[in-house]
Nanobody, 126 residues
Framework: VQLVESGGGLVQPGGPLRLSCAAF????????IGWFRQAPGKEPEGVSC????????YYADSVKGRFTISRDNTKNTMYLQVNTLNNANTAVYHC????????????????????WGQGTQVTVAS
């Protein structure tokens, strides 16, 4: 499967943004999917993920209540709605997919994922 992110850009602190991740070459239904981000000079960080089985979602503590992950299998696309952005959220955001299957589970650990998009830059600045 190939993943292509879009929706990044420059946004003011406090603003919202919706990131999209379109899948090509395979049906997204079969994969647990996640969003990760990497800020300059830092290790990749798991932001959120959604299981392939029952739609269970998981979030990093730093984004709970502000970010929402969703998937639309009819469009073969997943989304990350990000609200109340702050400077610390500036990073390249990547979507990823894994064939690993555990009922009701997904992972915020990058090595668990097999397929990655190229990333979309999110810059939070006034």
């Amino acid at each position: 499967v190939q993943l292509v992110e879009s929706g990044g850009g420059l946004v003011q602190p406090g603003g919202p943004l919706r990131l999209s991740c379109a899948a090509f070459g395979s049906t997204l239904d079969y994969y647990a999917i996640g969003w990760f981000r990497q800020a300059p000079g830092k290790e990749p960080e798991g932001v959120s993920c959604i299981s392939s089985s029952d739609g269970s979602t998981y979030y990093a503590d730093s984004v709970k209540g502000r970010f929402t992950i969703s998937r639309d299998n009819t469009k073969n696309t997943m989304y990350l709605q990000v609200n109340t952005l702050n400077n610390a959220n500036t990073a390249v955001y990547h979507c990823a997919a894994t064939v690993l299957q555990v009922w009701g589970s997904c992972w915020l650990d990058p090595p668990q994922y097999d397929y990655w998009g190229q990333g979309t830059q999110v810059t939070v600045a006034s």
